[in-house]
């Protein structure tokens, strides 16, 4: 039997690791988020047009209707009401550039842990939530069901998954916005380590065939803050050529060059009107998300803040 967590709040990635369990790793994680904090942490995660009404000072911006607007030259907001027994599907990325982690845990581990936590809280709600695992093709799939079991098909299909050399992100999200037929909430678990416009591409094809979608960056805090002194080689996950250099050297250039895909990559993901966090693999799982739920409340009820910034 897995062994029993401290009695702690912050529930630390590593420690998380130990329980092996991925049921009881998700159920640690959100019976630890903040009781109360959070009324509904998913509400507005899938919704339906209902109808409009004239916009009022308060409102977000982000539900008018430029096209009714583009007719009558007057502002309306859409409303919206939940769905019920909406589909989840969780797209994990398991290519080798996931292995990656300056710690005990890797990108890929968190991911997991992650996914794990969203997902129990989708079948708390009633709802059904599948799991897709990709890397240069879609690895394993596995359809929206509401019962807890599926949280052992997802542990068992992620640790099935041995990690390949190649990714190709834009073309997996392409082909799932294919194969889903219906509306859904899509959660896009990856590194993102691929071209900004090709990526975006893809999830904006999801979001034009009806989906809503988020993406949860999820990058090591190695890769996020190029802490490295003396001489490194650093080998390629994906196929790349070593490099052998003093990063002192190339430091600057490299987080100047990092921050600015974040930048261009969050952009794209809001101006399409899809979720997006970064999330760094050293947080504790329960910060991240009472942190991103609380943003993203924010968001839904018209206030400022941006999830993951």
């Known amino acids: 039997m897995s062994e029993h967590l401290p009695e702690s709040k912050y529930l630390d990635p590593e420690v998380l690791q130990?329980?092996?369990?991925?049921?009881?790793?998700?159920?640690?994680?959100?019976?630890?988020?903040?009781?109360?904090?959070?009324?509904?942490?998913?509400?507005?995660?899938?919704?339906?047009?209902?109808h409009h009404r004239q916009y009022v000072p308060g409102d977000s911006l982000r539900t008018i209707d430029w096209r009714v607007y583009g007719r009558s030259?007057?502002?309306?907001?859409?409303?919206?009401?939940?769905?019920?027994?909406?589909?989840?599907?969780?797209?994990?990325d398991s290519s080798s550039s996931m292995t990656y982690g300056s710690g005990r845990i890797s990108k890929l581990e968190y991911a997991k842990f992650l996914a794990a936590s969203l997902a129990?809280?989708?079948?708390?709600?009633?709802?059904?939530?599948?799991?897709s695992v990709f890397d240069s093709e879609i690895r394993a799939y596995l359809p929206p069901r509401s019962?807890?079991?599926?949280?052992?098909?997802?542990?068992?299909?992620?640790?099935?998954?041995?990690?390949?050399?190649?990714?190709?992100?834009?073309?997996?999200?392409?082909?799932?916005?294919?194969?889903?037929?219906?509306?859904?909430?899509?959660?896009?678990?990856?590194?993102?380590?691929?071209?900004?416009?090709?990526?975006?591409?893809g999830l904006e094809h999801l979001r034009f065939a009806g989906h809503n979608v988020m993406v949860l960056h999820?990058?090591?805090?190695?890769?996020?803050?190029?802490?490295f002194e003396g001489t490194w080689q650093f080998d390629g996950l994906e196929g790349e050529e070593p490099l052998i250099t003093q990063?002192?050297?190339?430091?600057?250039?490299?987080?100047?060059?990092?921050?600015?895909?974040?930048?261009?990559?969050?952009?794209?993901c809001v101006a399409s009107q899809i979720d997006y966090?970064?999330?760094?693999?050293?947080?504790?799982?329960?910060v991240f998300l009472n942190e991103f739920f609380h943003q993203r409340e924010s968001l839904l009820n018209g206030s400022a803040g941006r999830a993951g910034a």
């Open 218 to 227: 999820t990058l090591d805090p190695h890769e996020l803050e190029f802490p």
């Open 147 to 201: 019962t807890m079991g599926v949280l052992l098909e997802m542990d068992r299909l992620l640790k099935d998954a041995k990690p390949t050399p190649k990714t190709a992100i834009a073309k997996q999200l392409h082909d799932v916005a294919l194969m889903m037929k219906r509306r859904s909430f899509v959660i896009v678990l990856s590194d993102f380590l691929s071209e900004a416009d090709d990526v975006l591409a």
């Open 18 to 50: 130990k329980l092996g369990d991925l049921e009881l790793i998700a159920r640690e994680v959100v019976e630890g988020l903040r009781a109360g904090s959070h009324r509904s942490p998913l509400r507005g995660f899938s919704t339906e047009f209902a």
């Open 73 to 92: 030259d007057r502002y309306y907001t859409k409303l919206y009401e939940a769905e019920t027994n909406f589909d989840c599907h969780v797209l994990i």
């Open 120 to 131: 129990y809280l989708v079948l708390k709600q009633r709802d059904s939530v599948g799991l």
């Open 247 to 268: 990063p002192e050297r190339i430091k600057e250039d490299y987080l100047k060059n990092l921050n600015e895909y974040l930048t261009t990559f969050r952009d794209g």
């Open 277 to 286: 966090a970064l999330v760094d693999t050293s947080r504790p799982l329960d």
